[in-house]
């Protein structure tokens, strides 16, 4: 059976782009259901991001697949749409339409449309597996009832399938069908540190944080892939960089611990990336050292705020003092530190300089602030659904303001378009430079791609620092007054 699986590129109107200059990964979740499926069928992935958009109904009309599947986040929702539709137009009802992802599973209805056959809802391995057996045998698109992890609709009625339990261990599933998009190799980056890889190596994570939605789609749970097979995986791929793609990769000490020592008993020699958070990084110095031997070189991590009532008020569960500490613990070993900061719609004049210097006080590496918002899912949104300004799924980017700002909107935008020259001082070269000569290695690796990088990033400076372009995305989609209700 032919099949192909697509990632749907963000919105070009006016976007703001950031992934575009600073973190840009494979298509995992696609590499991952393909793995699951190989065997005995022709699977194609297609990026749509590195890739022309007439290109796409070139390919389904070539290829002519049997089976179209899309992966969604909430931003890019239109996209993915339009990816099956132009295959059912393309094709008609001989193929076979899937939807699955953050968003999908979040707010299934919201893809209710006749071109999408059916929603993925959570873990796509084993859904994947059975759908393609089912339509393998002959199986009707309409009669998947006995398919765990669906979401269907027929005549308009919508058809959920038992809920698809999620398996214990990750070491289960295949390895990632990586040379699925060896067409794409070298294109993947964070920063300079590139070409990169990325590897998922847990799911899920242990705290309630209101504004994110991953321990609800991970229902509270979290799974691992043990250290061994991290380790058989980062000997496995040919880059010299890794993104271990977790939410929070720093949980399960004694899985760090194992992982440190495969490393050291392999003598693995890559650089990799990760997320964590800062109460961890505190409370174990020693490892966070041993990891950096290891090749850690960046950890990201949620700061929000710049004081304890805005951690406590987003439930944090941690505090404004760890985030300092671990700043400072970071910077002490020349790991670099990517802190995410976010300032909310009803943020004062003061309070934007109040933060902006925080963080150049914190003098974190990479800062980078987004703009506070209940995304589809969290408990956030369940609370501040009645502040909403729009439905318009692109702005539910973390750069737009989504719900009603205190100050006037244009101000609000000037005052946040600055974050990025406003928290200079927290990013000196000098601190750079001062980091990187003690990993003499990193540097002359980093070195390489930094040429292309400082072009990527002049470009979307030049957006990012300028009110207007969030101003020019939201026009026509935002309304000046709330929603009164949006069902999800
Ligand atoms: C890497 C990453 C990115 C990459 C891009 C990744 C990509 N390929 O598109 C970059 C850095 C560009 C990015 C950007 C953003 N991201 Co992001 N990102 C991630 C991260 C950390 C990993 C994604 C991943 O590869 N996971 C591994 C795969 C295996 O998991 P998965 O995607 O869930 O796939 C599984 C199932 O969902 C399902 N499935 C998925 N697709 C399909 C398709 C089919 C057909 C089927 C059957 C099943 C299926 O099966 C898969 C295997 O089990 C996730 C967190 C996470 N836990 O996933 C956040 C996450 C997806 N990002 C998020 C957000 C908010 C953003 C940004 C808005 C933030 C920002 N302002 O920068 C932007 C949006 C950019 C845009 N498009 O406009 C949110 C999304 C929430 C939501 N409601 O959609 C997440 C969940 C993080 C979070 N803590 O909430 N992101
Ligand atoms: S924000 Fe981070 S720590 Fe909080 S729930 Fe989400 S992944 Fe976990």
């Known amino acids: 059976m032919r099949i192909l699986l697509v990632q749907p590129a963000p919105f070009e109107n006016g976007r703001i782009g950031l992934e575009n200059a600073l973190w840009f990964t494979e298509p995992v979740a696609l590499t991952s259901i393909a793995a699951e499926v190989e065997e005995g069928n022709e699977i194609k992935i297609f990026d749509m991001r590195l890739e022309e958009a007439d290109q796409l109904p070139k390919l389904i009309a070539d290829f002519k697949p049997r089976v179209v ?16 539709h132009c295959a059912k ?41 059975e759908l393609i057996s089912h339509l393998d045998n002959g199986g009707a698109h309409n009669e998947l009832s006995h398919i765990d992890g669906l979401v269907y609709f027929q005549n308009n009625e919508k058809i959920k399938t038992a809920k698809r339990s999620q398996e214990k261990s990750m070491d289960v599933f295949k390895k990632p069908a990586r040379h ?36 609800q789609f991970y229902e509270k749970k979290i799974r691992f892939l043990s250290a061994e097979k991290i380790a058989d995986r980062m000997e496995e791929c040919d880059e010299q960089f890794v993104f271990f793609l977790d939410d929070n990769f720093l949980t399960n000490k004694k899985r760090l611990v194992k992982l440190c020592e495969e490393i050291e008993r392999r003598k693995i020699k890559k650089y990799w990336m990760i997320q964590g958070r800062t109460d961890f990084i505190v409370a174990n110095e020693e490892l966070v050292k041993r990891l950096r031997d290891c090749g850690l070189i960046m950890v990201l991590s949620g700061y ?19 985030n300092q500490k671990a700043a400072a613990i970071l910077r002490k070993y020349s790991i670099f530190s990517t802190g995410i900061f976010m300032v909310r719609p009803d943020f004062t004049e003061e309070q934007f300089e109040e933060l902006y210097a925080a963080i150049n006080e914190m003098k974190i590496p990479i800062p980078i602030v987004v703009i506070h918002m209940p995304l589809p899912g969290t408990n956030l949104w369940r609370e501040m659904k ?63 791609a930094y040429p292309t990088f400082k072009k990527r990033r002049e470009i979307l400076r030049k957006t990012i620092n300028d009110p207007s372009s969030y101003l020019r995305d939201e026009e026509g989609i935002l309304h000046d007054k709330p929603l009164d209700s949006i069902a999800v």
């Open 180 to 215: 699925l998009i060896d067409h794409y190799k070298n294109k993947y980056f964070f920063a300079s540190a590139s070409p990169m890889a990325a590897i998922q190596t847990s799911r899920g994570c242990e705290f309630t944080c209101n504004f994110c939605a991953i321990w």
């Open 89 to 129: 137009s393309i094709l008609g009802e001989q193929v076979f339409t899937i939807i699955g992802g953050h968003h999908p599973t979040l707010d299934p209805s919201s893809h209710n449309f006749p071109y999408i056959d059916a929603v993925a809802v959570g873990e796509g391995e084993e859904t994947f597996k």
């Open 69 to 84: 599947g899309v992966t969604c986040m909430t931003t890019d929702a239109y996209q993915a749409q339009a990816v099956l």
């Open 386 to 448: 009645h502040q909403l300004l729009t439905k318009d799924l692109r702005l539910f980017d973390l750069l737009h303001a989504v719900t009603p700002t205190k100050l006037p909107r244009k101000k609000f935008y000037q005052h946040y378009a600055r974050w990025n020259t406003a928290t200079m001082a927290s990013i000196t070269p000098y601190r750079i430079l001062s980091m990187l000569i003690k990993r003499p290695r990193l540097l002359f690796a980093l070195m390489k």
């Open 304 to 322: 929000e705020g710049n004081d304890q009532s805005t951690l406590d008020s987003l439930k944090k569960d941690n505090s404004w003092e760890n």
